[in-house]
């Protein structure tokens, strides 16, 4: 893909899916602002796009706090330019029997995916709208249709499918589209954390999940990315308010 420049905002991209779409969009020309809770966790992926030539800035915010995400989205304009592409992609999981989760486990989920998402594209949005040109993409997942342990994550996914869609319908006038993506067992940080939780090591986990994926492999932090790349692209501006599942087959 042949791209024009911009600039992009990646949240929660020190590590996993968000690094390597940071990195992904990176290597298609964009500027793009790595952001996570600490800015220290979200320069070494800002370092390793610089190293390969591209232009990045590592910034931290808790993306569930309106102050820090209006004052981090401006300085994004004020250091990178208008940022036209945003991928809220951070989330944290608080995994529990519903009779075992407490509010706090709720309300911590529901404030990084939801709210966060929410907070983010409320702030970019008149940045792209003014410019006429816009992509959001955010981070559903498979558990979205459900999953044993999981009430308040897979609420928060299901709840991003409906602001999507409503994003793509609000904003579509102004050149901006949204879709999300729903990855299914995908190897990271995150899906380490839930083999410790359920007591596995991580290779017989990932090796028991390939068993029921039809293309019989675990996904890859860059297999998302790719979807990610294309959904951002000049190329996919008739795509727009979709749930694209990449979990290496069928899941509706």
């Known amino acids: 893909m042949s791209e024009t420049p911009r600039v992009a905002i990646v949240t929660g991209a020190a590590r996993g899916i968000g ?3 940071a990195r992904r969009l990176a290597a298609e020309g964009h500027s793009v602002a790595v952001i996570d809770l ?3 966790d979200a320069q070494h992926t800002a370092e390793e796009i610089t190293a390969a030539g591209g232009t990045a800035i590592a910034l931290g915010a808790d993306v ?7 004052a981090t989205v401006n300085q994004v304009a004020e250091r990178l330019g208008a940022p036209a592409i945003l991928v809220n992609n951070a989330g944290v999981i608080r995994d529990n029997l519903l009779f075992k989760m407490s509010e706090e486990d709720w309300d911590a989920v529901m404030g990084v995916h939801l709210r966060g998402s929410f ?16 992509r ?14 999981q009430a308040n994550y897979s609420a928060a996914k299901a ?5 999507t869609k409503t994003l793509a319908i609000e904003l579509g006038k102004f050149g901006v589209t949204a879709n999300a993506v729903a990855p299914g067992f995908i190897a990271t940080d995150m899906t380490k954390a839930t083999a410790a939780r359920v007591g596995m090591e991580f290779e017989d986990f990932k090796n028991a999940a390939a068993e ?9 932090p860059e297999d998302v990315a790719a979807t990610i790349a294309f959904l951002t692209s000049e190329e996919a501006g008739f795509v727009s308010g979709q749930v694209i599942y990449i979990a290496g087959g069928p899941l509706d």
């Open 19 to 21: 690094a390597a779409t």
């Open 38 to 40: 600490k800015q220290e």
């Open 64 to 70: 569930s706090d309106a102050d820090q995400v209006t």
């Open 119 to 134: 907070l983010m594209s409320r702030a970019v949005q008149s940045h792209m709208t003014s410019e006429g040109w816009g």
């Open 136 to 149: 959001i993409v955010n981070l559903s997942s498979a558990s979205a249709q459900g999953n044993r342990g």
């Open 159 to 163: 709840g991003l499918q409906g602001f």
């Open 212 to 220: 029921s994926i039809p293309v019989r492999r675990a996904g890859t």
